[in-house]
């Protein structure tokens, strides 16, 4: 995901594709029609293509609180101490306990540099420093006293279950971990004594169970009594219903969409990341940091045996990006990588994923080489012949490990970088994967343009096909869109018109495939703002285009059928005039029982009655109407608002020809019952 400054965006695109890309898109047979009138027909004895399930994948990215928080359980934030201390010696999110009233004299912390629990610094060009909380105690006139982290939510009913790391030179009194109300004489709502500390680093659990939600309580480490120093290293606490380290209610999302893939760790963060960082023993991993996204500290809970496991209870494919030449990134480590995850228990990796507790092969398909090399904002950047040559090192390596994987290479939406790597290394490529954004900058204040660009794009993956044929011959390159988002404030991103916009889209690439094999969108939870799930500390909502995707992947159908379409058009300030005011594509499912009508409905005022006539199939009388609509465009949901947009269903009738209103700026799906 660049900085985004997108070279998809440039007006002068338009005047070379857009008249191609509203015939490809709906079959207009009238464009210009000016009524609120439409009319879809569709032909069930002729199929056009059928729908690859994989345009409904989806991508998570090292980005801000995407994995860290939003994706993963664990509910303390620096739990290693290894951000800045301040001038106390307490490092960032750790507070004295009780507070700061008084003199506490008999307790004094250390941001230690000298003695910290091991972890694992492979892959790092300067050795950061480790350091744990060093804790110094004598007589003093306080009794419980400690540190807390404030701002952990806990619900009632729920177990907590949690450890730390204790090392200790001759500590003789007591230490409790607890839960408590975040205020001074507040409420204490579980806690656990940890007995019999003594000697070098041990891990010490507990298990706290809430007796009332608090969205702001606090963890509390207390020292009651005794003499001595210790320290404090890798705390954690997780709530009891996550699962392998991810959120329950997030995991629940995601695993509701059932999407085909999820790709992973990034993204430019990709170019960042090396796989070793999240390998191995939990609190032996380190803290690293990201470069491509304000230098934020990343933990290394969620590595790729956890990814792996996340993937396979939400029925997904894993796809891993792997770092080309970013940040001293080698095709031995790629390689290595492939070993871990597909290699024997007899190979070097296999054995080391064994060790790990994971001795069944992960058998991962999808390997994607880079991210986004043409951009300068990634490590690793170079011109398209430089990325060539490198990605025709990489696979090599890689498939001398595991010769079925399939290999993804960077495309971008310059078609001269196109040619140069499909040139160079066609021979070895099975996916280019090209990115879109589209957002302020594009739309030049019209709303209307956001309507419309999704339809230049049919034009321009004709011209990739084509490219492709010309410069890769006798390969059969199938094209991967696995990020596409947009760049508009937060609340226009969370709002409908970012559905309609991103519906039309999808309906492109369900026209495109299968040609077209791979989509994701940018970005499962949270990182970019678009996020279609949106996770904080203390609660979740999704997007009305989460419900898109949602509502489309569970009818999506396999044959693809001949839909044309004629009513309403528009014309924009940038992408073109005669654009379809709706979009429709009509699927059957596998077994033949169902077809599926998808139609979006762009215009931002006006409802448009719409006649559906249905040729070579009877259909049951009675239909299901499923319909994401709202007040305006630019309702959106939001932690206040989760539910301002969601979908709502009804019966309606239906048969070989029906009427249906679409309500404005609204994405449809009818279900028909197929008699024969």
């Known amino acids: 995901m660049p900085m985004r400054s997108r070279r998809a965006g440039r007006p002068g695109l338009w005047k070379r594709y857009g008249a191609a890309a509203v015939i490809l898109a709906s079959s207009i ?3 210009r029609a000016q009524s609120d009138e439409a009319r879809i027909v569709i032909d069930a004895a002729r199929v056009e293509g059928q729908i690859d399930p994989r345009l409904y994948g989806q991508f998570v990215e090292f980005m801000y609180e995407g994995v860290k928080g939003g994706l993963a359980a664990e509910l303390l934030r620096n739990r290693g101490f290894e951000e800045a201390a ?17 003199d506490d004299y008999g307790l004094t912390f250390g941001w230690d540099a000298e003695v910290a629990y091991p972890v694992s610094l492979d892959f790092f060009d300067e050795k950061p420093v480790q350091r744990s909380l060093r804790v110094d105690l004598t007589d003093g006139i306080v009794e419980r006293h400690g540190v807390y982290q404030p701002r952990i939510p806990v619900r009632a009913g729920i177990a907590y279950r949690g450890y730390l790391w204790l090392k200790t030179t001759g500590y003789d ?5 607890a839960l408590e109300e975040d205020s001074s004489g507040g409420a204490l709502y579980s806690e656990a004594e940890i007995k019999e500390v003594r000697g070098d680093w041990k891990q010490y659990p ?16 207390l020292f009651e009594g005794g003499r001595g120093r210790v320290w404090v290293d ?9 699962v ?69 209870r939400v029925g997904a494919e894993p796809s891993i990006t792997v770092n080309v030449e970013g940040r001293g990134a080698t095709a031995e480590e790629a390689a290595a990588w492939v070993e871990y995850c597909n290699g024997p228990l007899t190979s070097r990796y296999g054995a080391m994923r064994a060790a790990n507790g994971y001795a069944e092969p992960y058998n991962v398909k999808y390997w994607e080489l880079g991210n986004e090399i043409w951009g300068d904002w990634v490590r690793g950047h170079s011109d398209a012949a430089t990325y060539a040559r490198n990605y025709l090192r990489y696979q090599k390596a890689m498939r001398a490990v595991d010769s079925t994987i399939q290999l993804i290479a960077v495309g971008d939406n310059d078609m001269s970088w196109n040619r140069t790597v499909l040139r160079t290394a066609g021979g070895a490529i099975d996916y280019l994967a090209i990115h879109h954004y589209y957002g302020r900058k594009e739309m030049a204040g019209d709303a209307r343009n956001l309507m419309a660009r999704p339809l230049f794009y049919e034009g321009f993956y004709k011209d990739v096909e084509k490219v492709i044929h010309e410069e890769a011959k006798g390969r059969s390159i199938r094209l991967s869109i696995n990020e ?15 559905a309609l916009y991103g519906a039309r889209l999808l309906h492109v690439f369900e026209r495109t495939s299968p040609f077209l094999a791979m989509s994701a969108e940018s970005d499962l939870v949270n990182g970019w703002p678009g996020g279609i799930i949106q996770a904080s500390r203390h609660g979740v909502f999704v997007t009305p285009l989460y419900y898109v995707n949602l509502l489309y992947n569970e009818h999506r159908g396999r044959d693809r059928l001949k839909t044309a379409v004629e009513g309403p058009a528009f014309d924009t300030s940038r992408e073109g005039s005669g654009v379809p005011v709706l979009d429709a594509v009509a699927s059957r499912s596998k077994g033949g029982s169902e077809i599926y009508v998808k139609v979006v409905n762009t215009a931002p005022t006006n409802a448009v009655a719409t006649r559906i006539d249905l040729r070579g199939v009877e259909v049951d009388r009675e239909a299901d109407w499923l319909v994401i609509t709202a007040e305006g465009q630019e309702t959106y949901n939001s932690f206040a608002t989760p539910d301002a947009v969601r979908p709502r269903r009804e019966a309606i009738r239906a048969g070989g020809r029906f009427q249906v209103s679409l309500p404005p700026h609204s994405v449809s799906v009818i279900v028909l019952r197929v008699i024969r």
């Open 86 to 102: 301040n001038n106390i010696g307490l490092s960032r999110y750790w507070e004295r306990h009780p507070d700061d009233r008084n």
């Open 29 to 31: 047979l009238s464009a």
């Open 234 to 242: 890798q705390v954690s606490l997780l709530p009891g219903d996550a």
């Open 484 to 498: 596409w988002g947009l760049d508009l404030p937060e609340s226009r991103q969370h709002s409908m018109a970012a």
């Open 206 to 221: 507990f298990e706290l169970h809430a007796q009332k939600s608090d969205p702001h309580a606090r963890l509390a480490i």
């Open 244 to 312: 392998g380290g991810v959120r329950a209610d997030v995991e629940a999302l995601v695993a509701a969409l059932r999407p085909a893939f999820i790709r992973w760790p990034g993204g430019n963060v990709a170019q960042d990341y090396h796989w070793a960082w999240g390998a191995g023993p939990r609190d032996r991993r380190p803290i690293w940091t990201n470069l491509s996204w304000k230098n934020e500290p990343e933990p290394g809970d969620i590595g790729t045996d956890e990814f792996m496991a996340f993937c396979r």
């Open 173 to 177: 009194g007591r230490i409790r971990v």
